[in-house]
């Protein structure tokens, strides 16, 4: 392990009504990756957004290479050579790969305009030690999936020849695969002496690259520890700050019928071919695939977004076309998109305001809206999902991801759809919340709902579904029961790889 | 051959609208397909088609300027007010171009840093510079003849009408700034994501703000442009032009999201809406029906557009 290279000592930032950070100690080491973790809202972006110079810390200092650093904006924190790799992306749509790349350092030719050329040549070096030749570096990124779109923001990054890499949540877009390759580029930078402070949430990705752990709750430091002299379950405790002996919780209950059905489903872009499957009410049913193998379109399908090509969607046993989202909620199906930001919530307005605004004319029949009703509803949803917020007025914008998931769900819980469909419903969020929101579909299907759940992360899907239905490349390539299937079997299935015998 | 038929495919739809229409009229009028009609059209075009280019570099930042139309007649009030008080001419026009780039200026500022609308910010700037022509001019035109006028309107080089030239010159330096300068890089990342612009230390307000200007500048020189050919100060006579500039940009295929299109598309759309006024004039159909046709070209194409959009997208 290499020397320190970034010390930070007593940082306190303030927010209006909060203290995001309080008196936090930090270093990293030349060469060693530095996981940060912690629950949303613990504090992990706002510290890693000091060091960047994008936020004035109130208190404390920041040492970079034993000098006391005075950065104001990601400029200075770029001269000397600490960047970031964003979990929103920092990509602009209409420009090219190398032009995204090179932004505000374009290669000049003689007489001052950009250089095409010498950028494109650069951008495909760059792209090449990445193993990412295969990515256009002349097309807009616009054209270029998500998990592109994630190397073109780490080439971005590499191109400053940092000394410091802050990733945060890089994994979050990419498969398994990309995953892997991402973690073997970070042990080429891990050899080079980069430092590294990763924030992630995924427990399962740590031992594969981390060297030492930072948790972080409610903006104190906990503890700065050794990758190997702590257990999940440790960790999960100090993050959450209370015990948890199981993540998952499944209660059995009785299927009461079935309440949604579809036959041989597809799309008009090929990406969901011939799918059925059948959901009964109290039911928790899984879909486990690959990214791109069909599952969030079989759910757009499902709920109206986009047109059916072929087959036919029943709800209670009766023919529903699903024509528009409007008409799936009218059937009562609920969706919590994938992407809660372009999808699930009005960001710019309050809590309350999307905490009512799919039951809008359930709660008043009539024509007039009573805001002490809606307060009182929201209140519930506030303290009922244990929503971390100042007051329910607040812009759903100023909210953890954990949080802003929840008000999704209060939505929902509001309108009391009888089926409800999750897509990644716990992507981007924290382990306490997720352990929520997994009690939560627990109650819905004890009620008698009928959940649909799509998601990436298999331990989830197993940990969660009575059945799993798998898909591969826009088939639905395999059906289990609870009890009946290992991680494995599932796994070499969503590969497209078949199961002795099947 | 495969090559060809993405070329094709990449052209916005409406360069085959533009072919549809030259065969209707063609077809309505022995008149119509002529040389010197298509030189005519191009004449007419280029100072709409100057407008449309500083209205796409707006368009690509996710803004509209409605106060292009009044800055160009403001500079052709401008150029003779000063010129009738004995400036010499030559700085007339320079002087007038001055004072678009400072009204383009103003309302970057404003749009920047009082984060207003593009649209409303500008409307008040559009009915401003309008109040200020009118007031030079009492309302009315000002006659004021020139020789200089002749050499922009009316000489020709290399076979081609000056005006051409100097579109063609136009065109140009926008599609260089946009294509290869810092500055159009960043135009359409204002358009695209902002906030990557400041994250990568660029300041989205300046931008925006030297955007504007710049704008105002291009109208400046469709100002001066358009006083060479109608010979006097006219108060109004590009109103409604920053609407059709509007049009033929979305026309060419800039969207008014993520920053996505350019100017040559806009070429395409200033034509079309000048081919099918001049066709409508020499087939006789009277003027109040024509702003309907119009209309409903530009809507069509945007329809036409938006569909094949969601087409590509199923």
Redesign the interface.
């Known amino acids: 392990m290499g020397k320190t290279i970034l010390t930070a000592v007593g940082i306190t930032k303030v927010f209006p009504g909060m203290k995001a950070l309080d008196k936090v100690d930090f270093d990293l080491r030349a060469g060693e990756v530095h996981i940060l973790v912690g629950e949303n809202g613990a504090g992990k972006s706002t510290l890693a957004k000091v060091i960047l110079g994008v936020y004035k810390q109130d208190e404390g200092e920041v040492f970079f290479e034993g000098e006391k650093m005075e950065v104001s ?3 200075d924190a ?1 001269a000397k050579g600490i960047v970031a790799v ?1 979990q ?8 090219s790969v190398a ?1 995204n790349i090179f ?2 350092r ?1 290669f000049r030719t003689k007489l ?3 250089d ?1 050329k010498k950028m494109e040549s650069e951008a495909e070096a760059l792209l090449k030690s990445l193993n990412c030749e295969y990515i256009n570096i002349k097309a ?1 990124v ?1 054209q270029l999936s998500v998990a592109e779109q994630q190397m073109v923001e780490i080439a971005k990054a590499l191109s400053y020849k940092p000394r410091v890499i802050i990733f945060d949540e890089p994994t979050s877009a990419l498969s398994d695969r990309e995953a892997e390759s991402l973690f073997a580029q970070i042990h080429n930078l891990k050899k080079k002496g980069i430092g590294i402070v990763y924030v992630s949430h995924r427990m399962e990705e740590f031992p594969k690259i981390g060297d030492r752990i930072t948790v972080l709750r409610d903006g104190k430091k906990i503890a700065t520890i050794g990758i190997n002299d702590c257990t999940d379950h440790e960790l999960i405790t100090m993050m959450v700050g209370r015990d948890v002996s199981q993540v998952y919780v499944r209660t059995q209950n009785e299927h009461k019928g079935e309440a949604l059905r579809t036959e041989d489903l597809s ?3 090929g990406k969901v071919k011939g799918v059925s499957i059948v959901l009964n009410r109290g039911e928790i049913v899984g879909i486990a695939g690959l990214v791109g193998s069909g599952r969030t379109e079989l759910a757009q399908l499902i709920y109206g977004i ?2 059916i090509k072929t087959g036919k969607v029943y709800v209670n046993g009766r023919e529903m076309m699903p024509k528009s989202p409007v008409n799936a909620v009218k059937h009562g199906i609920g969706l919590v998109s994938e992407d809660r930001k372009k999808y699930g919530l009005a960001l710019g307005e309050a809590i309350a305001f999307n905490a009512i605004s799919v039951s809008l004319k359930k709660i008043f029949p009539k024509f007039f809206m009573n805001k002490r009703k809606i307060y009182d509803i929201a209140k519930q949803n506030v303290d009922q999902l244990r929503i971390v917020t100042t007051s329910v007025h607040k812009q759903c914008k100023f909210l953890s991801g954990g949080n802003q998931q929840k008000v999704v769900l209060a939505k929902w819980l509001n309108f009391n759809p009888q089926i409800i469909i999750f897509d990644e419903p716990t992507r981007g969020i924290d382990v306490g919340a997720k352990m929520e929101i997994y009690k939560l579909m627990d109650r819905l299907a004890a009620e008698g709902k009928a959940i649909l759940m799509i998601s990436s992360e298999l331990p989830e899907v197993i940990g969660m579904s009575d059945r799993i239905y798998v898909m591969h490349e826009g088939r639905m390539v395999d059906e289990c029961k609870r009890g009946e299937f290992t991680a494995e079997q599932i796994g070499s299935r969503m590969l497209g790889l078949g199961v002795g015998g099947r | 051959m495969n090559g060809i038929k993405t070329r094709l495919k990449a052209l916005p739809p409406v360069s085959w609208m533009l072919v549809l229409i030259i065969v209707i009229f063609s077809l309505a009028s022995p008149n119509y397909f002529s040389l010197s009609n298509f030189r005519n059209i191009l004449i007419q075009a280029t100072p709409l088609m100057i407008v449309a280019f500083a209205q796409t570099c707006i368009i690509l930042t996710q803004g509209t300027d409605l106060s292009l139309g009044a800055q160009v007649s403001f500079v052709t009030v401008m150029i003779v007010y000063l010129a009738k008080k004995g400036v010499p001419l030559f700085a007339s026009m320079i002087i007038a171009v001055l004072l678009t780039v400072l009204i383009g200026t103003v309302n970057g500022t404003i749009v920047a840093k009082g984060n207003i609308l593009p649209f409303i910010a500008t409307f008040g700037m559009q009915n401003i510079v309008n109040s200020i022509s009118l007031l030079l001019t009492s309302g009315s035109s000002i006659y004021y003849p020139s020789y200089t006028y002749r050499f922009v309107a009316e000489s020709t080089f290399l076979f081609v009408p000056m005006m051409v030239w100097i579109c063609a010159l136009m065109f140009i330096l926008v599609w260089i700034v946009l294509r290869k300068t810092k500055f159009g890089t960043n135009i359409r990342g204002l358009g695209g994501n902002r906030e990557a612009l400041a994250l990568a230390g660029i300041s989205p307000v300046k931008n925006l703000i030297k955007t504007y200007a710049f704008a105002g500048f291009i109208a400046g020189i469709a100002g001066i442009i358009t006083l060479c050919r109608v010979e006097s100060g006219q108060p109004t006579v590009a109103s409604g032009w920053e609407f059709q500039a509007v049009a033929a940009t979305l026309l060419g295929g800039t969207s008014l999201r993520e920053g996505k299109g350019g100017v040559t598309g806009t070429i395409f759309g200033v034509l079309l809406i000048t081919i099918v006024k001049n066709g409508l004039n020499i087939i006789g159909i009277r003027s109040i029906y024509q702003n309907a046709i119009i209309g409903s070209i530009v809507l069509t194409a945007i329809i036409v557009d938006a569909i094949i959009r969601i087409r590509s997208k199923e």
Not at chain 1, 88 to 95: C, R, S
């Open positions: 904006g990601t400029k770029i964003y929103e992306f920092t990509l602009i749509p209409y420009l032009q932004l505000n374009e001052g305009f950009i095409h807009p616009k799309d008009y872009s986009n047109p």
